[in-house]
């Protein structure tokens, strides 16, 4: 059984950081994308980053370019998620996610995931 579960969440001051983790169980397909979305009440779910199990490779959206690292640990069968310079408008739920890709590259469009996490809240406030 496919399980997503995140961690790490919490509540920061502005300019702050937090390290997300997603932990992987049960995944049976060899090509698959880990992203991270997130969703603020009242908003819309958006897509964060995105990595690729075939070859590592990595997507952000424009509103956390520079701020935000994906990476993963094989050992650990962890996908994490690194924020820095965290803003007000970061506060929401952040989510991971798993999509059997087939080797294809991933996207960030919810709706192409077939296994999501929990979620975990992330507040930014002073």
């Known amino acids: 059984q496919v399980q997503l579960v995140e961690s790490g969440g919490g509540l920061v001051q502005p300019g702050g950081s937090l390290r997300l983790s997603c932990s992987l169980s049960?995944?049976?397909?060899?090509?698959?994308?880990i992203a991270w979305f997130r969703q603020a009440p009242g908003k819309e779910r958006q897509g964060i980053s995105l990595l690729n199990s075939s070859d590592g490779s990595t997507f952000y959206a424009d509103f956390v370019k520079g701020r935000f690292t994906i990476s993963r640990d094989n050992a650990k069968n962890t996908v994490s998620l690194q924020m820095n310079d965290l803003k007000p408008e970061d506060t929401a739920v952040y989510y991971c996610?798993?999509?059997?890709?087939?080797?294809?590259?991933?996207?960030?469009?919810?709706?192409?995931?077939?296994?999501w996490g929990q979620g975990t809240q992330v507040t930014v406030s002073s």
């Open positions: 996610a798993a999509d059997d890709t087939g080797g294809r590259p991933g996207v960030l469009l919810a709706y192409e995931y077939d296994y």
């Open positions: 049960g995944f049976t397909f060899d090509d698959y994308a």
